[in-house]
Nanobody, 130 residues
Framework: QVQLVESGGGLVQAGGSLRLSCAAS????????MGWFRQAPGNGREFVAA????????YYSDSLKARFTISRDSAKNTVYLQMNSLKPEDTAVYHC???????????????????????WGQGTQVTVSS
């Protein structure tokens, strides 16, 4: 079992930046793909980025990778999402999620799909004003 708690959301003007945090607790010694997804009202869950807990390899949504950066701090059991040059269309609830990986498994496009993730945080609201 893994528990995830997001923080760092808020209201920001277009062009601004925010850094979201996802604190993990529980069985964090195993290898996980840690992902960020977002969901705007009336829309489905959208993949943002993922990172391998073991080796730090990353995978991004093509449309967001120029502005968003995912990272992790293993000592703090925390994953971050740095969001720059924010736009009103980035407004959404951002969720952190964890998907168990094999010990030697490499991060792949498999983790683009939210169905691969077993554990989810409650989400943090990001609102970008124009």
């Amino acid at each position: 079992q893994v528990q995830l708690v997001e923080s760092g959301g808020g209201l920001v003007q277009a062009g601004g930046s925010l850094r979201l945090s996802c604190a993990a607790s529980g069985r964090t010694s195993s290898n996980y793909a840690m992902g960020w997804f977002r969901q705007a009202p009336g829309n489905g869950r959208e993949f943002v980025a993922a990172i391998s807990w073991n080796d730090g390899s990353t995978y991004y949504s093509d449309s967001l990778k120029a502005r968003f950066t995912i990272s992790r701090d293993s000592a703090k059991n925390t994953v971050y999402l740095q969001m720059n040059s924010l736009k009103p269309e980035d407004t959404a609830v951002y969720h952190c999620a964890a998907a168990p990986m094999g010990g030697a498994e490499r991060l792949s496009s498999k983790y683009y799909w939210f169905e691969e993730y077993d554990y989810w945080g409650q989400g943090t609201q990001v609102t970008v004003s124009s």
